[in-house]
């Protein structure tokens, strides 16, 4: 049976994808506070602004591409079970070529009724405005977590993290809960590395490359190889 590799990633991993992250920039996202974009009473405040937002972080995705990091990730899948968890809502993950991923916060090619969750449209990196209904009739939304509501994939993403024979983090602050958690259903003997060139987050036991993702990741895959598993 192949070993199971999950990933934990966030911002960081897609940052060298020329898309920033959101510690890194003082707390505003795109020069915007978070909680004028992604929050659902911002959505109830000014709809227009909150879809702008999301329209130009789409049309920014059509333009950037995955990087080593993404295609490292992807690799892997020659040779172990691979599930990648992450936090973003950009498809990099997918166009580098990973099979299996959980968006734990949604995802901007998917747009959502905002009377039905269960209703989800894809649409790539089409912009969604004012008008744009389901088939309700309700207005459009992104397809996104806003602070305050719930993480639909937490527990299928628990579960994958609990069947996990390593686990890497790479890319995140780890500052946002329920996701943050996540590390904690690991089994006690799995080992953890954490690939971030900052200050990474806390994770007891866990091994840490102080690099960037596209460096860090090809590093950590190496000496994976290297183990033979
Ligand atoms: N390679 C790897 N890590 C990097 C790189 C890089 N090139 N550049 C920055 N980082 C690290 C930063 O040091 C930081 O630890 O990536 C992390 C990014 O952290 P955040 O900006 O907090 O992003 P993230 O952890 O994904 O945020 C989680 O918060 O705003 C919400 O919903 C949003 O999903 C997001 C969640």
């Given at each position: 049976m192949k070993d199971h590799i999950v990933v934990l990633s966030g911002a960081g991993v897609s940052a060298e994808s020329g898309l920033s992250t959101f510690r890194d920039s003082g707390g505003l996202w795109e020069n915007y506070s978070v909680f004028d974009v992604a929050t659902p009473e911002a959505f109830r405040r000014d709809p227009a602004l909150v879809l702008r937002f999301y329209n130009d972080r789409r049309c920014q995705l059509a333009e950037v591409e995955p990087n080593a990091a993404h295609r490292a990730l992807a690799e892997l899948e020659k040779d172990f079970r691979v599930t990648i968890v992450t936090?973003?809502?950009?498809?990099l993950h997918e166009r580098a070529g990973s099979s299996k991923v959980v968006h734990l916060h949604g995802e901007l090619t998917q747009a959502r009724s905002s009377r039905l969750d269960d209703l989800i449209y894809p649409i790539g990196y089409k912009p969604i405005e004012l008008?744009?209904?389901?088939?309700?009739g309700s207005q459009l939304r992104p397809h996104v977590v806003w602070f305050?509501?719930?993480?639909?994939?937490l527990e299928a993403a628990a579960g994958v993290v609990a069947s996990a024979d390593h686990l890497l983090v790479v890319g995140?602050?780890?500052?946002?809960y329920p996701a943050a958690g996540?590390?904690?259903?690991?089994?006690?003997?799995v080992p953890i590395t954490v690939i971030d060139p900052?200050?990474?987050a806390r994770v007891n036991r866990a091994t840490v490359i102080r690099k960037k993702a596209s460096e860090g990741v090809s590093e950590w895959v190496a000496r994976l190889r290297g183990q033979g598993r």
């Open positions: 936090q973003n809502v950009d498809d008008g744009d209904t389901c088939e309700l305050g509501e719930q993480v639909p994939m995140t602050s780890l500052q946002v996540l590390v904690d259903f690991a089994d006690p003997d900052g200050e990474p």
